[in-house]
């Protein structure tokens, strides 16, 4: 599966910020249209994945430590997944084109976990 992310590091980059991902977000890889919103749905979609994948990893964990807290870079990594989620959904909200059902599904599919 094709993913954006190497999914064995954290999302936060040292700047706090997902600057690579937003950018394609906003402005695409190529010139020409249909590969700009493939590319922005490949984002999206891998972005949403890797987000689920932490919400779920933290929640569990968070679970198996009870009642010890997890380390400070697992509550910056929740931190920061949750305000790239709201990022992303304004994104999403205020964007240009017409946003694919299934990404919806997928976010909203982010709120049980």
């Not at 984002?43 to 807290?69: G, W």
Request: proline fraction near 5%; glycine fraction near 6%; include cysteine.
């Amino acid at each position: 599966q094709y993913s954006l992310l190497d999914q064995s590091e954290p999302l936060a980059n040292g700047n706090g910020g997902f600057d690579t991902p937003t950018k394609i977000l906003t402005n695409g890889v190529d010139t020409n249209g249909k590969d700009a919103k493939m590319t922005n749905k490949l984002a999206v979609t891998s972005l949403l994945h890797r987000f689920q994948e932490v919400l779920c990893n933290y929640i569990s964990d968070e679970k198996l430590h009870s009642p010890v807290p997890l380390p400070a870079h697992r509550v910056s990594e929740m931190s920061f997944v949750l305000k790239a989620v709201a990022t992303l959904i304004s994104s999403l909200k205020r964007g240009q084109g017409e946003v694919d059902q299934r990404t919806w599904a997928q976010v909203i599919s982010l709120y049980p976990h």
